[in-house]
């Protein structure tokens, strides 16, 4: 039994320490990312991404999202609004704003939708979202 625990405490370690900081830290942005889609945009988009039919747009297998996606991060902070065409259909209903996620919740959340629906890996710092996220409120505004 002693040897047991030991060989998966060791097993354990043996991972943790296989695995770099960026990797650990990018494990960590998708996981939260993940979290906080599920908290603040699943209800519209669905968890698959699927949205609704006619109303929300979808994020999965779509041409705008990959066409979009640096614009992703202000979208998700300062909403959406006018029409858009996605996948050949016309969406209209305006997507709210999201004023109380922070830059990194934004990061997270913009890192897991990358990754979930656009298959890449995408990781952002603080830093480099404040500055995205400035640069897209003087873009769009």
């Known amino acids: ?35 906080l889609y599920h908290t603040n945009c699943s209800n519209c988009h669905q968890k698959d991404g699927s949205g609704l039919e006619g109303l929300i747009p979808p994020l999965a297998a779509t041409d705008y999202l990959p066409a979009n996606k640096n614009d992703l991060p202000c979208i998700i902070q300062n909403g959406l609004s006018g029409d858009i065409i996605v996948n050949g259909k016309k969406y209209k209903l305006a997507m709210p704003a999201n004023k109380s996620l922070s830059n990194k919740d934004i990061a997270n959340i913009t890192a897991y ?27 769009l505004s």
């Open 113 to 139: 939708i990358y990754k979930k629906f656009l298959k890449e890996d995408e990781f952002f710092s603080d830093t480099a979202m404040s500055i995205k996220l400035k640069n897209c409120v003087k873009k």
């Open 1 to 35: 039994m002693k040897v047991k625990i030991s060989f998966t405490i060791f097993c354990f370690m043996l991972v943790v320490v296989s695995c770099s900081d960026a990797q650990l830290g990018s494990l960590e942005q998708l996981a939260k990312g993940a979290s």
